[in-house]
């Protein structure tokens, strides 16, 4: 009598526990992961602007690819001629009713520390106006970024460059327009974790069974002793 209950509360305790391990596994299992993954809107090669459509609230930006002359310029040593070792780009982002954020978009030289080379990269964002986005600045979705915000309203809007420093870069035989790209984040909702319900929903069933097995082997022998 003592061994079969000694027995009934071993297979509960351990029933409990696959029945905690199991709830876990499955709790893993169904959390949800929200990404952002960048999407382009409009692509424009060599151009001083772009425009696509955009809806409320949904963060987008202008993401700048630099011509060869960007890189080379400022990464060489300054000279009297060019003395600089930056690139100040100035870029405004219009909505349909003509509200506008305007951004200056630095763009520096820096050292690879591997190569020991320099390159050129967007160093800083500066938020100069704000009109028609929301928490406009720096804004980064996977390995592409740039400078933009959450649309207020939706509607067609205008991403351009409207001035550089130095100007040097803005007269087409030094160097012709950059490719410009308006990109959106969007939000992708991911189950990563689904792999667990292999383990967890078998040890749910067996959690949920090992508690009530001495109870159907204790009945089923009395009706055969019957």
Avoid at 18 to 31: E, G, S
Avoid at 189 to 204: A, I, R
Wanted: glycine share 8%.
């Amino acid at each position: 009598m003592v061994r079969s209950v000694l027995r009934r509360e071993y297979y509960i305790g351990f029933g409990l526990i696959l029945l905690t391990v199991a709830a876990l596994l499955i709790t893993f299992a169904c959390t949800k992961v929200v990404d952002e993954i960048p999407e382009v809107v409009k692509h424009e090669e060599k151009s001083w602007s772009v425009n696509g459509t955009i809806y409320a609230g949904e963060k987008f930006f202008l993401y700048i690819i630099p011509p060869t002359k960007w890189h080379t310029g400022v990464a060489e040593a300054p000279t009297d001629y060019y003395p600089y070792g930056y690139i100040d780009v100035y870029v405004e982002i219009i909505d349909r009713y003509g509200n506008t954020t305007k951004f200056q978009f630095t763009w520096a030289k820096a050292e690879n520390p591997l190569t020991k080379t320099l390159y050129v990269g967007a160093a800083n964002v500066t938020v100069l106006q704000i009109e028609n986005l929301i928490d406009p600045g720096a804004i980064e979705v996977g390995a592409v970024g740039g400078c933009g915000g959450v649309a207020r309203v939706t509607g067609v809007y205008i991403a351009r460059i409207y001035d550089i420093i130095p100007r040097i870069y803005l007269e087409q035989k030094y160097s012709p327009p950059p490719t410009l790209e308006l990109v959106k984040a969007k939000v992708v909702e991911k189950y990563p974790n689904t792999y667990m319900l292999w383990f967890g929903v078998p040890l749910l069933c067996l959690g949920l069974y090992l508690p009530v097995h001495p109870f159907i082997h204790k009945g089923k022998g009395k009706h055969k002793k019957g």
